[in-house]
């Protein structure tokens, strides 16, 4: 019985320890969204520049090989950012943006009788 609530307690631990560990990544990851500049083109929960893409529900559309590729390598449209940032800046980054989950906001028009 002792060794079940010792586990019990190692994996409680070890949990917190992730979620402190996740959140501080993805505190650090805004974080070089900001320092990087990214936010000029791309803007999150209506913060940001509009030349690029709103990334308020990145998280749910891209996957993080798909965030790393365009990041790295960039597009027609987006430059490279491979050689500015540090592996780990470019793994926080993915972090924060992964968790921009937002959904799109509902942009019906309901239209008004003249």
């Keep these: 019985?002792?060794?079940?609530?010792?586990?019990?307690?190692?994996?409680?631990?070890?949990?917190?320890?992730?979620?402190?560990?996740?959140?501080?990544?993805?505190?650090?990851?805004?974080?070089?969204?900001?320092?990087?500049?990214?936010?000029?083109?791309?803007?999150?929960?209506?913060?940001?520049?509009?030349?690029?893409?709103?990334?308020?529900?990145?998280?749910?559309?891209?996957?993080?090989a798909e965030m790393r590729q365009q990041i790295v390598f960039g597009s027609k449209v987006m430059p490279a950012f491979g050689d500015d940032l540090e592996p780990g800046e470019l793994k926080d980054l993915i972090a924060y943006l992964k968790s921009c989950r937002e959904k799109p906001a509902n942009t019906q028009h309901v239209s008004t009788p003249n």
């Design 1 to 64: 019985m002792r060794l079940l609530l010792s586990v019990a307690v190692l994996i409680l631990a070890f949990s917190s320890f992730a979620i402190a560990s996740s959140r501080s990544q993805r505190a650090h990851g805004a974080a070089v969204f900001s320092a990087s500049g990214c936010q000029h083109c791309h803007s999150i929960g209506g913060v940001g520049g509009h030349k690029g893409p709103d990334l308020s529900g990145v998280g749910r559309r891209k996957s993080k």
